[in-house]
């Protein structure tokens, strides 16, 4: 590829009257990086008229990408974003019916709503910061800050045109706007991102890696005390005090109702089980999902006034639990019933780490005063300050909000218990539950472990019950996540064990200590090459 030298032109619209048009931005001020790389700033600020704006885009030409591998990163967490070259396309909900679609609300998890898919070779499109690289060469291209909306890429290779374009439609503004911040960096891999987070004044809360057990890839919502105790003792065949043991979904009585446990599945309450937890020397985790809530729970049926409404009705988060709807972080009521949970959760139950889960649904829009990607880093801020020091495992959240703001992160969608899900399954949205996509996010969002903050790549299977992944894809699954993640997590029960698995778990924990060594992608296929106490391995998958 050929970086560009200068930002084409940029358009910002101001209602449905008047272009504001800013030509002669000139060249970039391309700086010279330690490891013989270049990057430049391109912050465009414009002096702007009252109103309300319409659109804002630039234009950067990025030619000879014939033979580039292009990264456009994923909307949030869950989204599929492997590295394309210009004969690939992104296929959205095309080709769903539109009564399957609003049915399983399948439009709700991704930027379906607010982005457009061509269904086009060649035309393929990311959010907050996408890359060209040839080789070992990489171009970098993100954003600086979300704040004023999502920086949307596009980028059609027949025009060999990139279009970046603000999301901040509708967005009342006077005066100076920042419409473009912009990080262009060109050079080796570790240079260019180190040089990005610098350039953000972005590290890791912590560099303290987690290793451990969640209870969802195997009984799923179906945990009961008994379950969970069962599961605990058998951690204590391997695992070292001081690991995380986090009960996941299922143990609340809807998704929404945090303030007490399901009675019948947890007599004893929380306490009792975050008590039994730290009794067998763990750190206790507990799952939530603080920003949206079923529609059977009890929150629904007696605060309807605390749900998101858009054009007049409920925002519809997705089909999980029957239907659940986005919860109005503006409403008073539900951060002060937000700050209740968190109360509890921490001071009266004991719990000493969240994993909180489909954060998306704060921010499905913007408004006239804040955009949509201001407003998921508001409700990232606002779970910074409820759980204090408490880590935070961010989950099903957009990926640049997070930065900074939470200790560990998804950066994958879910495994599944076999490698690819149902064939009917692949035909829908890019969130979609995959042990093979899964694999390939962690791998390509490697870059964001250890800068962002830790990443999380899902969890790993050694059992021989309840999964349908053969031997060697179960240990390809878990060297990737030892290679590239900051939390190792399993959801088996490790009293299961036989000595296989067990020198397999052993194994797997050294694993962590290998250096990557290169990444290489032929087609689909994805090699990974590392060194470990001196010698070299491979992973292809």
Known sequence: MKAPNQIKHAIIVLGREGNELFDGIGDLDWQELPAGGRAAFAVISPALPQGNIASAEAYLRIRDTKRDRIFMNGYQTWTYCPEYTVKDRIRGLNGLPKAVVKAFALDRYGDYHFVDYPNKRGVLHGVSYCYFRSGERFLLIASLSEQNGYTLFRYDADEELLTVRRDC??????????????????GAEDEVFDAWFAAMNVSPITEE???????????????????????????????RGGELFQIDDGWEPAVGDWLEADRKKFPNGMKAAAGAI???????????????????????REHPDWLYHH???????????????????DKPEVVEYLEATFRRVFDEWGFDLVKLDFLYGAAPFGSEKETRAGR??????LLRRLCGQHPILGCGVPVMPAFGLVEYCRISCDVSLDWDDKPWMRIIHRE???TRQAMGNTVFRRELNGRAYLSDPDVFFLRENNIRLSEAKKLKLANINALFGGVLLTSDNIGDYTGSALSAYRRLLAMRDAKVKGVGVAGKRITVAYELNGEDGSITF
């Not at 067998?280 to 929150?299: E, I, M, R």
């Not at 998921?376 to 801020?381: E, S």
Request: glycine share 12%.
């Open 278 to 300: 730290h009794n067998n020397g763990y750190k206790a985790g507990l799952w939530l999902a603080p920003f949206v809530a079923q529609k059977d729970s009890a929150l629904v």
């Open 432 to 434: 979609r539950v995959s």
């Open 376 to 381: 998921m880093i508001r409700a990232m801020k």
């Open 311 to 329: 054009k007049g009705k409920p925002w519809v988060c997705g089909s999980n639990w029957g239907g659940f709807y986005s919860l109005d972080i």
């Open 209 to 239: 890696r987690i290793t451990g057990y969640s209870s969802w890839y195997n009984r799923y919502q179906h945990i009961t005390e008994e379950t969970i105790l069962e599961d605990l003792s058998g951690c204590a065949k391997i695992m």
């Open 169 to 186: 439609e509708g967005l009342r503004c006077g005066g100076s706007f920042a419409a473009f911040e912009l990080f262009i960096a060109e």
